[in-house]
Structure formats: structure tokens, C-alpha cells
């Protein structure tokens, strides 16, 4: 009789303890590290100072910015954007927002409209545009065209 009471004490000890673990793996946050003013500002300067760019990349002031991706100062907080000289699609914007969905489709929506004058105009930068790094990290929504890709990306990874 005693071992039935232990027994049983057990199967509800196990099935307690079974409802803790699917209950705490099943919760799966997301956890978005901030972003600083200090680290995109890291980031930008070692982009531009890097070899990732074929093209000398040029700041541009807020207000062409704003209007070269159709955005409006309300949209966002802060805008830091260097462009190429035309003779190519590079370009490394870095826009802090609070709707950065909004932002994000934007910015596909530049890319998109970017290849389509590229493609008769200057084919060979089409796919650095397809290659693009589009992403959102914290408040901020970071775009990239550039022909080292991938020094990009490192220098995002390492900083962000």
C-alpha cells in the first residue's frame, strides 16, 4: 500500500516537472539587443574606410536623403546615408525609426526600383543590388550596396 502512495506521488512529480519543460522551451523570445548611436556610427566609418566599396562613397546631407528614398522626417529619427558617385549602385544607409517594418519596405521598395534603371543603364551593378544587405537591428533598419558584400556583412556581425 505504501508503494502505491510512492508510486503514484512519483507519476505526479514526473508529470509536473514535464509540464515545466514543454511549457519553458515552448516560450521562445525574441530578444532584440539595442543599438547604439556609437556602434552604427563604428560601423558606418569602418564600412566606408573599408575595401568593400569600389566606388567613393559621398555623405549626404538629411534632407536629400530623405528624398533620394522617399521618406518623411516624421517617419524617422535620424538618417545617415553615403551614396555613389552614380557611376554605380553602391550606397550604406543606416535610418532609425521606430516602424521599422515600414522603413525595411521602403527600402526593398528602393532596391527594387535601383535594379530596374541599373538593368539597362549599368547591368554589371545589378547583382550588387541582389546581393544587398537589407536589415533591422533594433531601431535601426541598415541598407547596403556595395561590390565586397560580404566585407560588409563581417563588419555589420563584428560592430552590431
Keep these: 500500500m505504501q508503494f502505491n502512495k510512492i508510486k503514484k506521488l512519483m507519476s505526479i512529480l514526473l508529470c509536473i516537472t514535464m509540464i515545466f519543460v514543454v511549457v519553458g522551451c515552448s516560450k521562445e523570445e525574441k530578444k532584440e539587443t539595442a543599438?547604439?548611436?556609437e556602434q552604427i556610427d563604428s560601423f558606418v566609418s569602418q564600412s566606408i574606410e573599408s575595401d568593400g566599396f569600389k566606388d567613393e562613397l559621398a555623405f549626404v546631407d538629411e534632407e536629400k536623403a530623405l528624398?533620394?528614398?522617399g521618406i518623411?522626417?516624421?517617419e524617422i529619427e535620424?538618417?545617415?546615408a553615403y551614396l555613389g558617385t552614380g557611376a554605380s549602385?553602391?550606397?550604406l544607409v543606416?535610418?532609425?525609426t521606430k516602424d521599422t517594418d515600414k522603413i525595411k519596405s521602403l527600402m526593398t521598395q528602393h532596391l527594387e526600383e535601383q535594379k530596374k534603371n541599373f538593368e539597362s543603364y549599368l547591368p554589371d551593378e545589378v547583382p550588387k543590388i541582389e546581393s544587398a544587405l537589407v536589415e533591422v537591428k533594433g531601431d535601426y533598419v541598415?541598407?547596403?550596396v556595395a561590390d565586397k558584400i560580404d566585407t560588409i556583412k563581417k563588419l555589420q556581425s563584428d560592430n552590431l
Design 78 to 80: 535620424s538618417i545617415t
Design 142 to 144: 541598415i541598407v547596403c
Design 94 to 96: 543606416c535610418i532609425k
Design 35 to 37: 543599438v547604439t548611436k
Design 72 to 74: 518623411t522626417k516624421e
Design 67 to 69: 528624398d533620394q528614398y
Design 89 to 91: 549602385a553602391e550606397e
